[in-house]
């Protein structure tokens, strides 16, 4: 098993790794095929692929059996405390206060809060876009907008919803936090993870952004958490009604959020019945009755005549055929005037291979007819599938490598810290001074404090984890995980744009959890 282990690892790091060397891209990730592109493969690349996977096979193996013993004893030394016996103390209310203090100073500097154009489109015109966006999510959205019009003021609206995430985003992490407590992890530990979140200005900012991918994230990371304790208990937490009513709740917060929601969901659930024979009944309920009140309160919501855009789906495909028609691949005639009754001809030259959004948003594209043609799409995009499978597998890899590339960069890996120009009545109006205001604008929360693991390379540190512990035939602890897994494949499916990290952003909450919980010892446990 150690062998298969170490094989996996080496394999997936230097295939990643030469991916990513033969990838071009100019910075620019809208730019198109000039800009970004692929490089080929020699057969040189084939020589190299093999001597740095049996060089990287050799590392790990005197990594694992010489240094990670001595990792476990320096942990063991400095990080945990020496009693038998799970605490019994709390810390929850200290760190919750804590982090809550200093996040409530970001508040006041980015008041009342911060929103993409995403938002802002949403709440001009909420029904319209309801084509696009979960119909719960806005609902979500619209309720604090219109409780801030209730009250004569639409910024007080943005703040409370500001504040209404701010407190969930600190319950979660100060849940997760007294879970590493409650397993031994020194209290002083705890007070620096604390002080991370409280004071990195990655999770203040998300904390006060009206976009779904802040509670979704915030879901998905509490999820994994309780699928730790799940495991921890072999099972038997799910007895109790508190832990399931959590359960339910964070699964009904992913199934309303975003679209690949369900899709996380039902897959979790499944991996779970797999894992856990014994308490089969009980996750029915816990998984599915939060999804079945979810896909009814969206049902029941969706304003009349409106259809969710099929485009969504099959940003993968279309990339794939719009890279086919953007470098001159070989059509038939019926081909070409079903491709340009969707997007006239001169326009599919805007393909950009790391970004979707170029063509599937071009004013331009027939999404009322993409949506009434949906299986002739489908058949035209497996119809120059053989003829053009170098294209395809090109432009997926340029579509993704942002998610799965280790340590690959781009601005849009990176969150705003404004309202996107409006005419809602939204504006930053900080009550703190300007000078304040700026500094921490200008030397607080700038690209170098927001710099972070890039997503190919958390999810590399995520698959290091989810593979140990499987090596381990801890299957529990493995499933955990699978929340994450399946939002990195729901990714891989239907990636709109590489590097945006907001996508992700469960990773940056789940991050410091992933450095402490494969190190405490099983009699600890």
Same mark, same amino acid.
């Given at each position: 098993?150690?062998?298969?282990?170490?094989?996996?690892?080496?394999?997936?790091?230097?295939?990643?790794?030469?991916?990513?060397?033969?990838?071009?891209?100019?910075?620019?990730?809208? /730019?198109?095929?000039?800009?970004?592109?692929?490089?080929?493969?020699?057969?040189?690349?084939?020589?190299?692929?093999?001597?740095?996977?049996?060089?990287?096979?050799?590392?790990?193996?005197?990594?694992?059996?010489?240094?990670?013993?001595?990792?476990?004893?320096?942990?063991?030394?400095?990080?945990?405390?020496?009693?038998?016996?799970?605490?019994?103390?709390?810390?929850?209310?200290?760190?919750?206060?804590?982090?809550?203090?200093?996040?409530?100073?970001?508040?006041?500097?980015?008041?009342?809060?911060?929103?993409?154009?995403?938002?802002?489109?949403?709440?001009?015109?909420?029904?319209?876009?309801?084509?696009?966006?979960?119909?719960?999510?806005?609902?979500?959205?619209?309720?604090?907008?219109?409780?801030?019009?209730?009250?004569?003021?639409?910024?007080?609206?943005?703040?409370?919803?500001?504040?209404?995430?701010?407190?969930?985003?600190?319950?979660?992490?100060?849940?997760?936090?007294?879970?590493?407590?409650?397993?031994?992890?020194?209290?002083?530990?705890?007070?620096?993870?604390?002080?991370?979140?409280?004071?990195?200005?990655?999770?203040?900012?998300?904390?006060?952004?009206?976009?779904?991918?802040? $509670?979704?994230?915030?879901?998905?990371?509490?999820?994994?958490?309780?699928?730790?304790?799940?495991?921890?208990?072999?099972?038997?937490? *799910?007895?109790?009604? /508190?832990? &399931?009513?959590? &359960?339910?709740?964070? *699964?009904?917060?992913?199934?309303?959020?975003?679209?690949?929601?369900?899709?996380?969901?039902?897959?979790?659930?499944?991996?779970?019945?797999?894992?856990?024979?014994?308490?089969?009944?009980?996750?029915?309920?816990?998984?599915?009755?939060?999804?079945?009140?979810?896909?009814?309160?969206?049902?029941?919501?969706?304003?009349?005549?409106?259809?969710?855009?099929?485009?969504?789906?099959?940003?993968?495909?279309?990339?794939?055929?719009?890279?086919?028609?953007?470098?001159?691949?070989?059509?038939?005639?019926?081909?070409?005037?079903?491709?340009?009754?969707?997007?006239?001809?001169?326009?599919?030259?805007?393909?950009? $291979?790391?970004?979707?959004?170029?063509?599937?948003?071009?004013?331009?594209?027939?999404?009322?007819?993409?949506?009434?043609?949906?299986?002739?799409?489908?058949?035209?995009?497996?119809?120059?599938? +053989?003829?053009?499978?170098?294209?395809?597998?090109?432009?997926?890899?340029?579509?993704?490598?942002?998610?799965?590339?280790?340590?690959?960069?781009?601005?849009?890996?990176?969150?705003?810290?404004?309202?996107? +120009?409006?005419?809602?009545?939204? @504006?930053?109006?900080?009550?703190?001074?300007?000078?304040?205001?700026?500094?921490?604008?200008?030397?607080?929360?700038?690209?170098? =404090?927001?710099?972070?693991?890039?997503?190919? =390379?958390?999810?590399?540190?995520?698959?290091?984890?989810?593979?140990?512990?499987?090596?381990?035939?801890?299957?529990?602890?493995?499933?955990?995980?699978?929340?994450?897994?399946?939002?990195?494949?729901?990714?891989?499916?239907? =990636?709109?744009?590489?590097?945006?990290?907001? @996508?992700?952003?469960?990773?940056?909450?789940?991050?410091?959890?992933?450095?402490?919980? +494969?190190?405490?010892?099983?009699?600890?446990?």
């Amino acid at each position: 098993m150690k062998m298969l282990f170490l094989w996996g690892v080496s394999f997936v790091t230097v295939a990643n790794i030469m991916l990513v060397l033969h990838i071009e891209v100019s910075g620019n990730l809208r /730019g198109g095929m000039e800009q970004n592109y692929f490089n080929a493969f020699s057969w040189f690349d084939a020589v190299l692929f093999i001597v740095l996977s049996l060089s990287l096979y050799k590392a790990s193996k005197v990594f694992i059996e010489k240094v990670i013993p001595r990792i476990q004893d320096v942990f063991q030394e400095y990080c945990m405390v020496r009693e038998q016996k799970a605490k019994k103390g709390h810390i929850f209310g200290g760190v919750f206060l804590f982090i809550f203090s200093i996040w409530f100073f970001f508040f006041l500097v980015m008041y009342p809060g911060t929103a993409m154009n995403d938002t802002i489109f949403i709440l001009g015109a909420p029904e319209k876009h309801c084509y696009q966006h979960p119909v719960l999510y806005i609902l979500y959205t619209c309720f604090f907008y219109k409780v801030g019009i209730a009250l004569g003021n639409p910024n007080i609206g943005l703040a409370l919803l500001s504040m209404f995430q701010m407190v969930f985003m600190d319950y979660v992490i100060s849940y997760a936090i007294e879970y590493l407590y409650k397993k031994r992890l020194a209290g002083k530990v705890c007070c620096i993870l604390a002080g991370y979140f409280a004071f990195a200005p990655l999770f203040s900012t998300y904390a006060v952004s009206a976009i779904k991918d802040t $509670p979704f994230s915030i879901a998905l990371f509490y999820l994994i958490i309780l699928l730790l304790e799940l495991a921890d208990s072999k099972g038997e937490r *799910i007895k109790d009604i /508190g832990f &399931c009513m959590r &359960c339910m709740f964070a *699964i009904f917060i992913l199934a309303s959020f975003r679209s690949n929601g369900l899709l996380i969901g039902v897959g979790t659930f499944v991996i779970l019945f797999l894992v856990y024979k014994g308490q089969r009944m009980t996750l029915l309920v816990s998984f599915f009755v939060p999804i079945c009140i979810s896909c009814l309160l969206s049902e029941f919501s969706m304003p009349m005549g409106v259809e969710k855009l099929f485009q969504e789906k099959i940003g993968i495909p279309l990339q794939q055929v719009s890279a086919v028609v953007a470098s001159g691949g070989e059509l038939s005639e019926a081909q070409r005037e079903y491709l340009y009754d969707l997007l006239p001809e001169e326009e599919w030259k805007t393909y950009a $291979p790391s970004c979707a959004d170029n063509i599937k948003w071009n004013s331009a594209f027939d999404r009322d007819y993409l949506n009434d043609t949906k299986e002739e799409f489908l058949n035209l995009w497996l119809e120059l599938l +053989p003829e053009n499978i170098p294209i395809y597998v090109e432009a997926y890899i340029l579509n993704t490598y942002g998610v799965w590339g280790i340590e690959t960069r781009n601005s849009e890996q990176y969150y705003v810290k404004d309202i996107y +120009p409006n005419e809602l009545g939204l @504006y930053q109006d900080s009550p703190l001074p300007d000078g304040l205001r700026d500094f921490v604008y200008r030397f607080y929360c700038n690209r170098f =404090t927001y710099r972070y693991l890039s997503e190919g =390379t958390a999810f590399w540190i995520l698959f290091l984890v989810t593979l140990g512990f499987l090596g381990k035939k801890k299957y529990g602890k493995a499933a955990a995980f699978c929340p994450g897994w399946l939002c990195f494949m729901s990714l891989l499916l239907a =990636t709109p744009i590489a590097f945006a990290f907001r @996508y992700v952003f469960f990773l940056a909450l789940l991050f410091p959890f992933l450095l402490f919980i +494969p190190f405490i010892p099983d009699e600890m446990e």
